[in-house]
T-cell receptor, first 115, second 110 residues
Framework: DVKVTQSSRYLVKRTGEKVFLECVQDMDHENMFWYRQDPGLGLRLIYFSYDVKMKEKGDIPEGYSVSREKKERFSLILESASTNQTSMYLC??????????????FGPGTRLTVL | GQNIDQPTEMTATEGAIVQINCTYQTSGFNGLFWYQQHAGEAPTFLSYNVLDGLEEKGRFSSFLSRSKGYSYLLLKELQMKDSASYLCAVRDNYGQNFVFGPGTRLSVLP
């Protein structure tokens, strides 16, 4: 079974703090993704990575950065947290193959509250 | 642009059948996925369609019409544990990125 883990289930930070969200997958997947999920808006893609040290902006990258130094680990960084970044953050991974049935596998999520 | 629509909420009775619709307008298409997400948990994969028609998987079936930009998820013999959000997602032409709809929260009542 694919396992995607995230460093924290719940996190409370203050405005202006630097926040690190870590994601690790154990299936040697090439692709990794960071989403945020808000009521009524669904999952929105922040950043994704298709290989080590490679990253691409998603739909809402502003206020975020990412790091992929090792294949199994993809970090999301909030340089200076703001209250509008309070959300559920979901990490996902996916094989880099072109098989049609390949889906994304999600981590359990981190509920971040910025005060 | 990218737009995926689903009803926000639905309610059904235990043992009944429910159909959750999804319409999409995306710049590319390489498959449509349905996920189930229980409250506070990660989305889990339910089904996949890339060709028109119906895919059946036990109590769950998914239908796709590419010409209409339309899909539905059919849940039969509803159980209380089916109470969850159901997410529709379209994969892009390159096969890597997914665009998600807002999700449909299904409540199954006794």
């Amino acid at each position: 079974d694919v396992k995607v883990t995230q460093s924290s289930r719940y996190l409370v930070k203050r405005t202006g703090e630097k926040v690190f969200l870590e994601c690790v997958q154990d299936m040697d997947h090439e692709n990794m993704f960071w989403y945020r999920q808000d009521p009524g808006l669904g999952l929105r893609l922040i950043y994704f990575s298709y290989d080590v040290k490679m990253k691409e902006k998603g739909d809402i990258p502003e206020g975020y950065s990412v790091s992929r130094e090792k294949k199994e680990r993809f970090s999301l960084i909030l340089e200076s947290a703001s209250t509008n970044q309070t959300s559920m953050y979901l990490c996902a991974s996916k094989p880099g193959t072109s098989r049609n049935t390949d889906t994304q596998y999600f981590g359990p999520g981190t509920r971040l509250t910025v005060l | 642009g990218q737009n995926i629509d689903q009803p926000t909420e639905m309610t059904a009775t235990e043992g009944a059948i429910v159909q959750i619709n999804c319409t999409y307008q995306t710049s590319g298409f390489n498959g449509l996925f349905w996920y189930q997400q229980h409250a506070g948990e990660a989305p889990t994969f339910l089904s996949y369609n890339v060709l028109d028609g119906l895919e059946e998987k036990g109590r769950f079936s998914s239908f796709l019409s590419r010409s209409k930009g339309y899909s539905y998820l059919l849940l039969k013999e509803l159980q209380m544990k089916d109470s969850a959000s159901y997410l529709c997602a379209v994969r892009d032409n390159y096969g890597q990125n997914f665009v998600f709809g807002p999700g449909t929260r299904l409540s199954v009542l006794p």
